[in-house]
């Protein structure tokens, strides 16, 4: 185990543009860094070497949030998960980003790191990814060559691994405005308080009544090697079913779709176990008396 991090040289830039031209200069040598909390980590067990560090946390820019009726969030790349926890209209509006962010890591942890930098960590178990994925995220990326939105489900293309070229950073995650009615939640399996999730099921509901009309998501963490959307639950919902019958459905899908594996944290059986476990349980707290 490597005590120290490795050299590197340390980079504070005012603005995004100033970051970009770091980037454009040291290409692959380079890495942003927004709280540090995972790049650091990797850096001391030399997981990353990089040359240049590129803080984001000077850029005022990048320390936006906003919530705009019919608009939605705006989420800042240096935003902490902290500030988000305790920002209103996460916690009335975007209930499994808010049950995320409150199920993960620690305080002093939550003080430092970001929600854009959960994002780019690409890691299969991020928490805050299975709540942005229901609620149709993009992610706002700078380049010299300009600023382009991203799908979120386009960010991820493996483990640890995104789609952003060497010339490219984050600057804000985009959050719609979530329907009148809509309620939600995320629900993580894992073996102690601040752990990565087993398995993180995030479940959305709206216009239930009308099953023509209905809107069921599920998205999962820890379950493939990127967090996924089960885009087929969603017409499975529309069906006009008992709800029994709909859940069985749902679950089915689910399962075929993601493609769990065993590793430190549990087995592959133990992951599908939880999938079925989780997944019934969020919709069954969503959803209360109204099946
Ligand atoms: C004790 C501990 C407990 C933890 N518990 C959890 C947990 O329960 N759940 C969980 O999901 N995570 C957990 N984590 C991981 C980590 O804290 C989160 O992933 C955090 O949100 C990362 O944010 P950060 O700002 O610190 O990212 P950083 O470490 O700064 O960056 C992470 C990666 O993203 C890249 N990056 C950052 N910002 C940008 C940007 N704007 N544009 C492009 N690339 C960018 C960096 O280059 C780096 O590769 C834990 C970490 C620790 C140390």
Request: glycine residues 6%; proline residues 6%; aromatic residues 6%.
């Amino acid at each position: 185990m490597f005590v120290t991090l490795p050299e590197f040289e340390y980079h504070r830039p005012q603005t995004v543009s100033a970051a970009l031209d770091l980037l454009d200069q040291y290409g692959g040598g380079a890495t942003v860094m927004a709280g540090g909390t995972d790049l650091l980590v990797d850096m001391r067990y030399r997981i990353r070497v990089p040359e240049h560090v590129i803080d984001l946390k000077g850029i005022e820019e990048l320390g936006k949030l906003t919530f705009q009726p019919g608009e939605g969030l705006v989420i800042g790349a240096t935003v902490t998960l902290n500030r988000l926890l305790e920002y209103d209209a996460v916690q009335s509006r975007f209930g499994a980003l808010h049950d995320a962010l409150e199920d993960m890591c620690d305080d002093q942890v939550r003080n430092r790191a970001t929600l854009a930098g959960n994002l780019c960590t690409a890691s299969p178990a991020a928490d805050c990814a299975p709540p942005l994925l229901v609620f149709d995220a993009k992610v706002e990326v700078a380049s010299p060559a300009g600023r382009r939105m991203v799908d979120l489900p386009d960010l991820f293309t493996g483990v640890k691994e995104t789609s952003l070229g060497t010339d490219e950073m984050v600057t804000a995650v985009h959050v719609p405005e979530p329907p009148p009615d809509v309620q939600s939640r995320y629900l993580k399996g894992k073996r102690s308080s601040e752990d990565c999730a087993i398995v993180g099921v995030a479940a959305l509901v709206a216009r239930w009544d009308d099953p023509r009309d209905r809107v069921v998501r599920l998205a999962y963490s820890s379950v493939a090697p990127t967090p996924v959307r089960v885009y087929d639950v969603e017409r499975i919902f529309r069906q006009d079913k008992p709800w029994g019958d709909l859940v069985e459905e749902a679950v089915s899908a689910a399962l075929n779709r993601v493609s769990p594996i065993s590793d430190v944290r549990s087995s592959k059986e133990y992951r599908v176990h939880l999938i079925d476990v989780l997944t019934r349980l969020a919709l069954r707290e969503l959803l209360g008396g109204r099946r």
